[in-house]
């Protein structure tokens, strides 16, 4: 069983930066594909990034803003978010790929947390 904690959501002016954080325990997450996801009220939950290894993923409107990266010896992942717009304000989740998992955007995921919320004032 792997637990998964985010934390540094919050409310931001457009322009503005946040960090938020995936503390996972239960399993170490090396090697694992590790996802951020975002979901908007009214909206389907979408894909944000993700990182397994040394690689990265990240979905278009998010590129060259956004920043996943973790940190083995914690058994953290981080996204590092900046230029933010409103159309970013959702709530931000992070998630656990099952193995095998191919594809970040729409692989299956095993393990999700609880989600930190993320606001963006114009």
């Known amino acids: 069983q792997v637990q998964l904690v985010e934390s540094g959501g919050g409310l931001v002016q457009a322009g503005g930066s946040l960090r938020l954080s995936c503390a996972a325990s239960?399993?170490?997450?090396?090697?694992?594909?590790m996802g951020w996801f975002r979901q908007a009220p009214g909206k389907e939950r979408e894909f944000v990034a993700a990182?397994?290894?040394?690689?990265?993923y990240y979905q278009d409107s998010v590129k060259g803003r956004f920043t996943v990266s973790g940190d083995n010896a914690k058994n953290v992942v981080y996204l590092e978010m900046n230029s933010l717009k409103p159309e970013d304000t959702a709530v931000y989740s992070c998630?656990?790929?099952?193995?095998?998992?191919?594809?970040?955007?729409?692989?299956?995921?095993?393990?999700w947390g609880q989600g930190t919320q993320v606001t963006v004032s114009s």
């Open positions: 239960g399993r170490a997450i090396s090697g694992y594909l």
């Open positions: 990182i397994r290894r040394s690689f990265t």
């Open positions: 998630a656990v790929g099952a193995i095998g998992t191919m594809f970040p955007a729409t692989g299956k995921y095993d393990y």
